[in-house]
Every structure is written in C-alpha cells, then in structure tokens.
Antibody, heavy 126, light 107 residues
Framework: QVQLQQWGAGLLRPSETLSLTCAIYGGSFSYHYWGWIRQPPGKGLEWIGEINHSGKTNYNPSLKSRVIISEDTPKNQFSLKVISVTAADTAVYYC????????????????????WGKGTTVTVSS | EIVMTQSPATMSVSPGERATLSCRASQSISSNLGWYQHKPGQAPRLLIYGASTRATGIPARFSGGGSGTEFTLTISSLQSEDFAVYYCQQYNDWPRTFGQGTKVEIK
C-alpha cells in the first residue's frame, strides 16, 4: 500500500522560500504523476502542479512564476518550492499521487489524486 | 481557466436522509470530473471519477451523475461519517480546478 510522508518548514517570513518534500513508501515513482495541492484557511482546495518520473511538470499558471516542483527518483521523493512567499501562501499543503489513463470500452479518460500525504501547515507571517 | 461552482455552500441534513450536491462548470468538461470528501484534519478522499465511477472501496450510497457542465453527487442515506466538505474537480483542461466546496452538516 502506497503511503506518502511529507515534511518541511511550517513558519516562514514574507519573501522567504517555502520548501516541502514528499517521500513515497511502498510504491514506485514511475507510472504516475506526483502533485501538490493546498488549502488556505477557510478556503477550498487549489491545485498547484505536478511532476512525473521523467521530470515533466504541469503548473497552475497563477503560481507558475514562483513554483518549482522537482523529483529525486533514486530517493523516491519529490519536492515543492515556492519563492517569495506572502501571507497569501499561508495554507495546508498536501502532496498526492496522481493516477491517470483510459478505462472502459469507450476509452474514457480518468485523472485523480488517490493517495495523499497528511498535509503540512505553512504559515507566512512577519 | 475553467471555473467550478458548487451549490449550496452548506446543507443541513439529518442522518438517514438523502443529500444531492451540485457542481457546475463554466464550459463543457464532458465527464472529466471527480468528487472528493474532506474532513477536518484529514487528507481529501477520492469518491468519484469520470463523473459517475465510484473509486475503490467507496460505498454504493455515493453516486455521481451528469456530463457537460452540470453534475451531481448524491448520498442516498447519510451516515454519521459522511458529514464533511465535498469538492468537485475538473480534469478536462489545465489547470485542474476545484469547486469551492459544499459543507454537509448535521441537522
């Protein structure tokens, strides 16, 4: 059973860099995308971006200029960096496994986050 | 970006009752929609993908429907563990976007 364990600094000052890492246990980095999602206090979920084993990334344009998602395949880990953080980056950050592909005789497309980390609370405050 | 709008924001339901949640997309997304359940202090849990296919281990009381721009999640008989916030998410286009959530609370 695949499990994700995430960690990183929980308190940052404005303009610092947010850095989180997610380790994959019980599964391989291959055949999936691995993503990051966040939830600001009192708000809904926001998709940040994702990476696959080849290093291919997809980012949310609203964050793309400040976000870097990278992978360390030998360590079975992937990471999130958000540069120049502000109070608006205060949120619970989740890492997740993304499963995607086709299913059924109509070859319908599926995409979902089916394994999640426990979440890391990141607070940006001066 | 595709905007997902959920309604209502909050619904009060008694245990054993039926709950129907709505999700609307700002443009057609075919059936490229998932539903997630989120409880405080926990990670979100996948319920439905492909608008109507239950994920592994999800009870049959959860059902999804719709296509194009209008979608529903129905919980046929609410159990105590079902009180949570529910999010729809489209994966028809980038960036993936979520609705703002519907909170199902105990009446």
């Amino acid at each position: 059973q695949v499990q994700l364990q995430q960690w990183g600094a929980g308190l940052l000052r404005p303009s610092e860099t947010l850095s989180l890492t997610c380790a994959i246990y019980g599964g391989s980095f291959s055949y999936h995308y691995w993503g990051w999602i966040r939830q600001p206090p009192g708000k809904g979920l926001e998709w940040i971006g994702e990476i696959n084993h080849s290093g291919k990334t997809n980012y949310n344009p609203s964050l793309k200029s400040r976000v870097i998602i990278s992978e360390d395949t030998p360590k079975n880990q992937f990471s999130l960096k958000v540069i120049s953080v502000t109070a608006a980056d205060t949120a619970v950050y989740y890492c997740a496994r993304v499963s995607s592909g086709e299913y059924g005789f109509l070859r319908s497309y599926y995409y979902y986050m089916d394994v999640w980390g426990k979440g890391t609370t990141v607070t940006v405050s001066s | 970006e595709i905007v997902m709008t959920q309604s209502p924001a909050t619904m009060s339901v008694s245990p054993g009752e039926r709950a129907t949640l709505s999700c609307r997309a700002s443009q057609s997304i075919s059936s490229n929609l998932g539903w997630y359940q989120h409880k405080p202090g926990q990670a979100p849990r996948l319920l439905i993908y492909g608008a109507s296919t239950r994920a592994t281990g999800i009870p049959a009381r959860f059902s999804g429907g719709g296509s194009g721009t209008e979608f529903t999640l129905t919980i046929s008989s609410l159990q105590s563990e079902d009180f949570a916030v529910y999010y729809c998410q489209q994966y028809n286009d980038w960036p993936r976007t979520f609705g703002q959530g519907t909170k199902v609370e105990i009446k």
